[in-house]
């Protein structure tokens, strides 16, 4: 189940279908970092390790993976190396090292060091929705999605793809929502927001576990701050964090919903992917296209 959505507008249609998408893929397959490779991003099975398609087709919708596999070496290990090696020099041969020589000694550490070093792999799930127009990633910085997007451009030779651009004023819509005390559409408040000073981004505050309507919020409010992120629940079904660039963390569906997933066999892991992307793009069509239409989205539905 997804734990963020960072949305992104189709531009073009996407045409597409399961096998297709999963041919183009595999020539970026997943593989693990050489031993004088920093890192190394690739498609792996959706459905883990013993599927063999790339691409899980559900409810309309292209479900993919990739593995991000980085080694782990500090700066600082590399850097306490390098003093030792500079130290050793300069007392055998009572000079100092000059910058060149320094450069040239830090890269021959690196790369010896480099094959000993832990490695440590990450996976993050995406899934496009053509009929919505819509990519959906699983992630909670721009820099994570990013990489998934130009990984489908270099698998694909072109995926026109857009960050989502609101036209009306989210700060203030989202203010407007915790001053009245109500949202709108399907849309409730929850106990949580950031509130940020338009004229100084140092000047944070973050609220959890809080009532919005309760005075000390106002009085943030009425002293110039703006709400840049709102805790929310969408029809009693989803609860999530709405953020000023439209992104959605802390995605969590009520216990009721997850309970109708529970198919009663823990090794029938595909079924379950099933039914939890049916779900969770279920919920998201609509809630994307209410926000699309409610902040003015550029583009939104001319996919």
Excluded at 8 to 14: D, G, M
Excluded at 99 to 122: D, K, N, Y
Excluded at 140 to 152: H, Q, R, T
Aim: with cysteine.
């Amino acid at each position: 189940m997804f734990k963020n959505a960072k949305v992104y507008r189709l531009t073009a249609p996407f045409d597409w279908d399961q096998v297709q998408l999963h041919e183009r893929l595999g020539d970026q397959r997943f593989r693990p970092c050489g031993p004088q490779e920093v890192a190394t991003l690739g498609w792996t099975a959706p459905l883990g390790a013993n599927a063999e398609l790339l691409v899980h087709a559900v409810n309309g919708c292209m479900l993919v993976a990739a593995r991000r596999q980085e080694r782990l070496l500090p700066g600082s290990v590399l850097s306490e190396a390098l003093a030792e090696k500079l130290a050793d020099i300069e007392q055998a041969e009572m000079r100092e090292v000059p910058r060149r020589e320094r450069t040239r000694l830090r890269e021959e550490l690196l790369v010896q060091m480099l094959p000993q070093a832990f490695t440590r792999s990450r996976l993050v799930r995406a899934y496009v929705d053509p009929e919505a127009g819509w990519i959906v990633v699983d992630a909670s910085s721009d820099k994570v999605a990013e990489e998934i997007l130009s990984l489908l451009r270099k698998s694909l030779d072109s995926f026109p793809a857009k960050p989502l651009t609101p036209t009306a004023p989210v700060a203030e819509r989202l203010s407007g929502w915790v001053a009245s005390g109500s949202a709108s559409g399907g849309l409730t408040l929850e106990d949580q927001c950031v509130l940020r000073d338009p004229e100084d981004s140092r000047a944070v505050v973050r609220c959890r576990g809080q009532d919005l309507t309760a005075p000390e919020v106002r009085n943030h409010l009425d002293a110039g701050k703006r709400v840049v992120a709102v805790g929310l629940n969408w029809n009693e079904r989803l609860s999530l964090l709405l953020e000023e660039d439209l992104s959605l963390k802390r995605l969590q569906f009520a216990d009721e919903l997850l309970d109708e997933l529970d198919t009663g066999d823990a090794e029938d892991e595909a079924a379950r992917l099933d039914a939890e992307l049916m779900l969770l793009s279920g919920e998201l069509r609509p809630l994307l296209a209410y926000l699309a239409e409610e902040f003015q989205v550029e583009g939104a539905g001319s996919a």
